[in-house]
């Protein structure tokens, strides 16, 4: 047992390192804040829990990570460390809790408070008012000298004058960037932290000059004279001096107190001009801070208070109607920007009409905005103490933007109209559908055209080089080469990933062509009946759909929406076309495979392999892929960040879970 949890502990150490590593020197974290701390905790628990665990890398022993070779160190004069985190109110109570206990008494408590803003921490030490390093925070014990960096941001004095600026002293702050000046440089970035980060390490200070860059100033490592009694005093002496500081700084008597501030607080963190991860609680008393000290990566007078990581407010600016492949139109709320779980959010989808209604979301409300695992970010609820008074509600349109009327679908099942309504499936006739089917058509899942993404597609498209799949393969590569963003060699990168795309197995032939209710799993089914591409197209040519009603997974339903397809004669010409241009695989199946009789489901992101190629290698060696966890599932494949339902629910009912590593054994 013992052996196990050694092995655990050491691989969520290897884990931490090479995540501190992403995210301190290569700027460019691989996974959210929310899934970072949690990594943390778990390591900190272990520790707890087993006394025998212990790694020179734990984040109980280390801050950041070592300074890069790129640039000069320094050690710091006061290590500068990084705060421990708390996510609710107990928390908070523990924490004013071992303060009490550590000073072994019970004393009346200030706390100040600032936003934690997320940027980069550096250290500005001068010395009789001139600016002579600029540090960044490094391991906390040495940082780099970024010093000529850091000048370029105009927030930054480079000499000061005030008489009572200390003869000796480090300020320390955080350089960030405000969230209208990331919209401009968005596409060179992952959000702005990493914008900032990455700003702060360029050899040359000439294009770190480029970005714009803040700086916000909230302490101090070491001051030659220290006069002052609390650290807001401090805090306001700063902007004397010429600093930048929070306008949001306060001091707040109780527990409860910041409980009741960081609650308000996260409601209107999307109207700051930049981005925050939570509030800061420092005792506000300076002599009780020397007295509390620190730990060894922390101090014991100061707490973050993280906001949640899944969940932020913002502000609708606009609600946009998209049209789907097969005429769906689905609501997406265009918010000001905010950053959930270390990624930045612009969008929302507000699911449908319905939604709306029951809701009542309107454009200029302020609403909850939840962002969890890979799901697509959606409004949770309005928060109607901030609605204007002017607030009209949102009618949703009646016409599609091509100009045809919308429908709701009555279904027989339930008796009831469709949530959703539908610009009726016209195919290529409604330029909005039109383009959503070329996106289909191109997918990894269908035709699969590495170099043609659903941005280069509507690109192509208002420059009328496509307008219907098979455009794409009649393409004029000179002109695409002469595009901005494009040349000789992204064109010809792009012309052989078409020409390769060429050869498609029937089943992917039949699921590319984006026909409503036919899936992956139906177009295998169907390609199974017709074995070849010439039966499938006689089958619909002939108008004979109704043979497949007899097949075990096709229902009324589908064959509706073939019977549908092929009646537009469009549809019709767009096939015979691709089936003139493509080499189309017959039908065939390994029915003696290694996975014979085994079916297999799959969550999380896989390492090194798509989702679609894995599927593919278990079709191929006789298995089969179910969409559900029912008691006909073999085998649950877990890759990184698993839906934790469908990994509840096959432990349940007693389905074997596998790491992707075990899988890929079976395979050999």
């Known amino acids: 047992m013992n052996k196990n949890i050694k092995q655990d502990y050491q691989k969520k150490i290897d884990e931490l390192k090479k995540h501190n590593k992403f995210y301190y020197e290569n700027s460019s974290p691989e996974i959210s804040d929310k899934e970072y701390d949690k990594l943390k905790r778990q390591i900190l628990n272990l520790e ?113 004058t005030n008489i009572n600026f200390p003869k000796d002293i480090e300020i320390r702050g955080e350089v960030y960037i405000n969230k209208d000046d990331f919209q401009k440089i968005k596409a060179s970035f992952a959000n702005p932290r990493n914008a900032a980060s990455g700003s702060l390490r360029q050899k040359n200070p000439k294009e770190t000059s480029k970005i714009p860059l803040k700086f916000i100033a909230y302490t101090f490592g070491f001051m030659s004279e220290n006069k002052f009694k609390n650290q807001s005093d401090f805090l306001k002496e700063l902007k004397s001096w010429g600093f930048l500081t929070s306008e949001y700084n306060e001091v707040i008597k109780s527990v409860n ?172 006739d409604c330029e909005k559908i039109a383009v959503e089917k070329i996106k289909h058509f191109i997918s990894k899942d269908a035709i699969n055209i590495d170099g043609l993404g659903k941005k280069v597609v509507e690109k192509f498209w208002d420059l009328q080089f496509i307008k219907f799949p098979q455009d794409i393969y009649h393409l004029n590569y000179q002109k695409i080469s002469s595009l901005d963003g494009w040349g000789s060699q992204s064109a010809s990168n792009l012309k052989y990933s078409i020409e390769s795309s060429k050869e498609v197995t029937l089943e992917k032939f039949i699921f590319s062509l984006g026909i409503r209710h036919i899936g992956m799993e139906n177009a295998k089914i169907i390609a199974d009946f017709t074995k070849t591409m010439k039966n499938f197209f006689n089958l619909a040519k002939k108008n004979n759909i109704n043979e497949l009603i007899n097949i075990d997974g096709i229902g009324e339903t589908q064959i509706k929406s073939l019977e549908k397809f092929f009646q537009n004669k469009i549809n019709i010409k767009v096939v015979e076309k691709l089936s003139e241009i493509l080499k189309i695989k017959d039908w065939e199946i390994n029915k003696e495979g290694k996975l014979k009789n085994k079916s297999f489901m799959f969550t999380g992101k896989l390492q090194n392999i798509s989702r679609a190629e894995a599927k593919s290698l278990i079709e191929e060696n006789s298995g089969s892929i179910v969409s559900s966890v029912t008691k006909k599932l073999d085998y649950l494949v877990i890759g990184e960040k698993p839906t934790a339902k469908k990994v509840e629910s096959a432990k349940k009912i007693g389905v074997k879970i596998l790491k992707q590593q075990e899988w890929s054994k079976l395979l050999d």
């Not at 801050?63 to 109110?89: C, I, T």
């Not at 990566?297 to 609600?319: G, Q, T, V």
């Not at 609403?367 to 002017?390: M, N, Q, T, Y």
């Open 257 to 428: 107190g910041l409980v009741n501030f960081h609650q308000q607080f996260e409601k209107k963190r999307f109207d700051l001009k930049y981005d925050i991860d939570g509030l800061v609680y420092k005792v506000n008393n300076i002599q009780l801070q020397r007295r509390l000290g620190f730990t060894s990566n922390s101090p014991r007078w100061a707490i973050a208070h993280k906001f949640s990581a899944d969940h932020a407010y913002s502000e609708i600016l606009n609600i946009d109607i998209q049209v789907g492949r097969t005429g769906a139109l689905t609501p997406v709320a265009k918010v000001k920007s905010v950053n959930i779980g270390g990624v930045v959010v612009s969008n929302a989808t507000l699911h449908n009409e319905d939604e709306i209604l029951r809701k009542d979301i309107r454009i200029g409300d302020t609403v909850k905005i939840e962002r969890a695992g890979d799901v697509i970010p959606h409004v949770l609820e309005v928060d109607l103490k901030k609605r204007r008074k002017k607030s009209k509600k949102f009618i949703f349109p009646k016409k599609c933007p091509c100009g045809f009327d919308t429908i709701k679908e009555f279904n027989k099942l339930t008796k009831k109209y469709d949530a959703v309504r539908r610009c009726p499936d016209r195919g290529f």
């Open 48 to 160: 707890k829990e087993h006394a025998y665990l212990k790694s020179n890398f734990s984040p109980s022993k280390i801050v950041g990570f070592k300074p890069s070779k790129n640039f000069a160190k320094y050690k710091h004069k006061e290590k500068m460390l990084s705060l421990s985190n708390a996510f609710d109110e107990e928390d908070l109570f523990n924490f004013e809790k071992k303060i009490f206990n550590f000073l072994n008494e019970k004393v009346d408590l200030n706390y100040s408070v600032e936003p934690k803003i997320d940027g980069i921490s550096a250290s500005l030490t001068y010395k009789n008012g001139v600016l002579i390093y600029g540090v960044s925070r490094g391991d906390g014990t040495e940082g780099e000298i970024i010093t000529e960096n850091l000048k370029t941001i105009k927030d930054i004095p480079h000499k000061i």
